[in-house]
């Protein structure tokens, strides 16, 4: 009989992720590529709400004795993707950063030579202009 409060629960958690990731996609602060993997752990989360033995089934093909450490193997599988695709992205941010600032250093260079050329040309009088 506990079950089906659980699926109710499970239902309306995976209910609330859906909306939530739509809000925030909605409002620009997270981007679509971004929101696949998480509108896949709320259909996860939803499966197994609804379907609560085919956890027991997957857990017994893979020789886990007590079903729930499934879900947390799961879970910690998928923090670990999460944070690997995280870092690469930190990396591949601040080597951009680092290219964009160098760039931006010998702009300023080369914006500065141009004002000090263009300051010189002002101050040096045109033999050309009859007086």
């Not at 499934?70 to 680092?98: D, S």
Request: aromatic content about 8%.
């Amino acid at each position: 009989m506990e079950i089906i409060p659980l699926r109710i629960t499970l239902f309306f958690i995976a209910l609330s992720f859906f909306v939530v990731v739509a809000k925030l996609i909605r409002k620009g602060k997270l981007h679509e590529k971004h929101a696949l993997g998480w509108f896949l752990l709320g259909s996860g989360v939803l499966i197994s709400g609804t379907f609560p033995h085919l956890v027991d089934r997957v857990a017994f093909y893979l020789d886990i004795h007590y079903p729930p450490i499934l879900a947390i193997c799961i879970g910690l599988v998928i923090i670990l993707v999460q944070q690997l695709h995280l870092f690469i992205l930190i990396t591949r941010n601040e080597t951009r950063i680092k290219q964009l600032t160098q760039e931006m250093a010998l702009l300023n260079k080369l914006l500065e030579e141009l004002i000090e050329a263009q300051e010189k040309a002002e101050k040096q009088p045109s033999g050309n202009i009859p007086e």
